[in-house]
C-alpha cells in the first residue's frame, strides 16, 4: 500500500481562511466566484444538468475540486490519471464510500454494495466464472429473442400512428433479458410487474439529503454484529416508505424463483441463478446461501437492468439525432449478418454496432460516478488526501474532459479500433476500473449490442418531441421524462 505524509496544503482556491464551500487545488477561483458557483447547484438541480455543471460548468479540466455537501466534504476528482490511480494503481488503500450503503437498503448485499473485503473476494471467485465468455455465448439467444419480441411489440404499439415511450420499452426488454438469462422463464406475471426506477431514482436525493452517513453507521454495525440485512431493510420504511411495495414484490419473486430452482419445478439450468446455485469457491468450497443469491439477484436485476436500459434508450434518442451513424449501422449489420440474427461471435465483426454503443455510454454513463474513501493518508498527484477523506470521480468529468477533442459531439467513429487513443482509452470508465470493475462487464457489453443489432433489423425510431431531455441525477442517470418515438418496420437488408 502507498501511503503519504500530509504535506502543508497552500494551494486551494479559494484559501482556506475564506469561507467557502467549494476549492480548487489548482485553478484560480476567488471567494465570491466560488460562492457565486455554488448558488446554480440549484438550478441546475432543478433543470437535471447537475452532472453536466459538475463535470464539464465548473473551472479547471484535470483539477482536483473540494465540495462540501449539507453533512460531508468530498474530493471531486475529474482527471483520468488520478481516477486510474484510485482505481487501480493504489486501489488496496480505498475503498467503497457511504453512498452504496443506500443501495445496500433495497437491493442487500450483493458484489456492488458488499464493503467487507474478504466477503467480497470469496463471492468475487464465486460470481466471475458464471460471467465467462462460455455461459455468455450460452445466453446469447435469450439475448435476441427478447429483442426480437420487443421489436414486435414496438411495431405493434405504433402501428396506428401514436408514439411509444422508448424509455419504458427498453426497460421492459432489459426485464425480458433479465427472466430469460437468469431465470430461465418468460416475462409473465408477477415478474413482469417488477419496477426498480423509483428506487434507483431516490439515490441522487439521498446523495444531496446526506442520508449515505447514518446508512452506513448503521451497515457497520449490521457488519460487525452480523445483523441480517432486514435491520437496513427496516431503515428503508422510515426513509423511502413509497418504494416499500416495489422492493417488497421484487423480493417475493426472486424468493420464489429460488425456491422453484430448489424444488425442480423449473427445470431449466441454462441462466444464471442455476449457475450461482452450482457455484463454489475452489479456494474455500464455500457455496453461496439461498440468502446470498437472493442479494446478488437484486443487486444484478437492480443495478444491470437499469443500467443496461439506459444505454439503450440513449443509443436510440442518439441515433434518431444522428441519421448518418444509424445509416452505417443498417450497413454493417446487413452486410455482416445477411439478414440472419446475430450470435456473440458476430460481435467482433460488428464494431461499429459495439462503436455506437460506447460513444453513447461516453456521453451518458450508466453510472454518473464512482465513489471511495481513503483508508489512509495519500496523495493524489501533489493533493494531500487525509485518511477517511471521501473521494467521488465524476464519470461525466472523464468522459467529456480535455482527451476527447469536441466531446459534446455524438461520435461512434471514436471508438472504432483503429481510432480510438491509449489515452481515450484510459479515460473511458462506464464499468469502473480495477478488481472492483462491474464483473458483468462483458454481458452487459453483449447484452446491449446484440439488443441493439437485433432491434435494428427490424425497426426505426425517429423523435416525436422537441422537448429536451435531461438525465436524473440518479445512480443510473436515466431520461427525467418519457422519451416517445415513432417505430417503422424495416425490411432486412442482405448485403452480398
Known amino acids: 500500500m502507498v501511503t503519504a505524509s500530509i504535506a502543508p496544503d497552500r494551494t486551494l482556491y479559494p484559501p482556506r481562511w475564506q469561507p467557502a464551500p467549494m476549492r480548487w487545488h489548482r485553478t484560480r477561483v476567488s471567494w465570491w466566484q466560488s460562492w457565486r458557483l455554488a448558488a446554480q447547484v440549484v438550478p441546475r438541480w432543478r433543470d437535471r444538468t447537475l452532472a453536466d455543471f459538475y463535470g464539464t460548468g465548473l473551472p479547471g479540466e484535470d483539477d482536483i475540486m473540494v465540495a462540501r455537501m449539507p453533512f460531508q466534504r468530498y474530493v471531486v476528482i475529474r ?44 463471492n468475487r471467485r464465486l460470481v466471475q466464472p458464471v460471467f465467462g465468455k462460455r455461459n455468455i455465448a450460452t445466453l446469447a439467444g435469450p439475448i ?48 413482469s410487474e417488477i419496477r426498480f426506477s423509483r428506487m434507483l431514482g431516490l439515490f441522487g436525493f439521498g446523495f444531496i439529503a446526506g442520508t449515505s452517513r447514518p ?11 452480523d445483523l441480517p440485512m432486514r435491520v437496513m431493510r427496516a431503515v428503508s420504511r422510515i426513509i423511502a416508505p413509497g418504494m416499500i411495495a416495489d422492493l417488497r414484490h421484487v423480493e417475493q419473486v426472486i424468493d420464489q424463483l429460488i425456491a422453484d430452482h430448489r424444488s425442480g419445478a423449473i427445470t431449466h439450468r441454462d441462466n444464471l441463478l442455476a449457475l450461482l446455485m452450482a457455484a463454489h469457491d475452489p479456494e474455500t468450497g464455500h457455496r453461496y446461501t439461498d440468502a446470498e443469491i437472493h ?44 439478414g440472419r440474427t446475430p450470435t456473440a461471435a458476430d460481435l ?35 493533493f494531500p488526501i487525509k485518511a477517511g477523506t471521501t473521494l467521488t470521480i465524476s464519470l461525466h468529468a472523464l468522459h467529456h474532459g480535455p482527451s476527447w477533442p469536441n466531446p459534446e459531439i455524438y461520435n461512434p467513429a471514436r471508438y472504432l479500433p483503429e481510432n480510438l487513443t491509449p489515452t481515450q482509452r484510459q479515460s473511458t470508465l462506464p464499468f469502473g476500473a480495477g478488481k472492483r470493475t462491474c464483473v458483468a462487464q462483458a454481458f452487459a457489453n453483449t447484452e446491449a449490442a446484440l439488443s441493439l443489432a437485433t432491434l435494428a433489423q427490424h425497426l426505426d425510431l425517429t423523435h416525436a418531441t422537441t422537448t429536451p431531455i435531461h438525465p436524473q441525477f440518479s445512480f443510473t442517470g436515466g431520461p427525467d421524462a418519457p422519451i416517445p418515438m415513432h417505430p417503422t418496420p424495416r425490411t432486412i437488408l442482405r448485403h452480398n
Open 215 to 225: 446508512l452506513h453507521a448503521l451497515a457497520e454495525l449490521t457488519d460487525r454484529y
Open 295 to 338: 442479494d446478488e439477484l437484486m443487486t444484478f436485476i437492480g443495478a444491470g437492468m437499469e443500467t443496461t436500459a439506459t444505454a439503450l434508450t440513449w443509443t436510440w434518442k442518439l441515433l434518431s439525432e444522428h441519421p448518418e451513424a444509424r445509416t452505417r449501422l443498417h450497413t454493417e449489420l446487413a452486410t455482416v449478418l445477411a
Open 79 to 122: 482527471s483520468p490519471e488520478l481516477a486510474r490511480y484510485v482505481l487501480v494503481t493504489n486501489q488496496d488503500n480505498y475503498t467503497k464510500s457511504a453512498e452504496y450503503d443506500m443501495l445496500a437498503v433495497a437491493f442487500g448485499r450483493g458484489l456492488v454494495t458488499e464493503p467487507n473485503e474478504q466477503r467480497w473476494q470469496r
Open 144 to 191: 435476441t429473442d427478447a429483442a426480437r419480441d420487443c421489436a414486435d411489440r414496438i411495431l405493434r404499439m405504433g402501428a396506428d400512428g401514436d408514439p411509444v415511450d422508448v424509455n419504458a420499452e427498453m426497460n421492459r426488454l432489459t426485464l425480458d433479458i433479465v427472466a430469460r438469462t437468469m431465470f430461465g422463464v418468460e416475462l409473465t406475471g408477477p415478474m
Open 348 to 382: 467482433d465483426s460488428l464494431p461499429w454496432t459495439k462503436a455506437v454503443i460506447a460513444e453513447t455510454m461516453r456521453l451518458y454513463p450508466p453510472v454518473v460516478g464512482l465513489g471511495r474513501v481513503a483508508k489512509s493518508d495519500d496523495l493524489l498527484g501533489d
